[in-house]
Structure formats: C-alpha cells, structure tokens
C-alpha cells in the first residue's frame, strides 16, 4: 500500500471518528498529530493525512454543498459515515489538489468504499466523484 493510500486511509479514519464521535474535526487531528509525534515510520503518510484534513477543513462549505447537490436525495448525514469521509477526500483531491490526477482520486475513492463500506457504496461514490470532476472541469 503507498504512502498516500495510507494517508487517505488515515483521513478517512479522522473524518469517520469526528462524524460518529461527535467531535470537533480539528480535536481529532489534534489527537492524531500528537500520536504521529511518536511514530517516525509513519510520517509520510501522516503528513498527507494532514493536508487532506486540513483542506477539507478550509473548503469545508464547499465540498459538502457540492456533495450534496450532485448526490441526488442523499444528505451527508443520511449517508453512511464511512461513505461521507470518502467522498469528503475524494471531493478535496479533485478540487483542491492539482498534485492528484482525478482519476487517481476517484479510482482510491472508489478501492476505499470496496474495502470498508457497503456493497453499492463503490458506484455510488464513483457517479458523486465523476460528476463533481465533470463539474469543475467545466467552469
């Protein structure tokens, strides 16, 4: 598994504890920041992990109106926990980080959703992402 997967999955795992816990995303990071501190092995995938929270954080409003214009009758909080931290990474790396190409991003989103969500949620989160992308790329 890369560097970055890990990363995702480190991300998915804060945006998943701070929706089910009820907890203030940027307590979480901080917890998690300070557990990084004592595992060197795993700085690369911590520092990307970061990014990613504290990017969604930044474009926060947008991502999640963005998610749930082109979820068609989905609200995020309808949505499994699991399936809104994966859109949520998935969403900031198409738009806010030119480093990922989109069809990296959407293709981890959806090996995400295979391996730790529902059975349908790997098409579902693969037709948000797609049109979220089609979206950008056309304004």
Not at 37 to 58: F, K, M, Q
Not at 77 to 98: K, T
Not at 100 to 115: D, G, L, T, Y
Request: aromatic share 8%; glycine share 4%; proline share 2%.
């Amino acid at each position: 598994m890369s560097a970055r997967t890990k990363a995702r999955k480190r991300a998915m795992d804060m945006l998943f504890v701070a929706d089910v816990m009820q907890r203030d995303l940027r307590d979480v990071l901080a917890d998690e920041q300070a557990k990084a501190l004592g595992e060197p092995e795993r700085e690369a995938s911590w520092r990307y992990a970061r990014d990613i929270v504290t990017g969604y954080l930044e474009y926060e409003h947008d991502i999640d109106t963005r998610i749930e214009a082109t979820a068609k009758d989905w609200t995020l909080e309808r949505m499994p926990s699991v399936d809104a931290a994966i859109l949520r990474i998935g969403a900031w790396e198409i738009l806010y980080n030119d480093e990922v190409p989109v069809e990296v991003a959407i293709n981890e989103a959806i090996s995400a959703a295979s391996e730790y969500s529902t059975d349908d949620s790997s098409r579902f989160i693969s037709g948000v992402l797609g049109a979220i992308a089609d979206a950008a790329k056309a304004s």
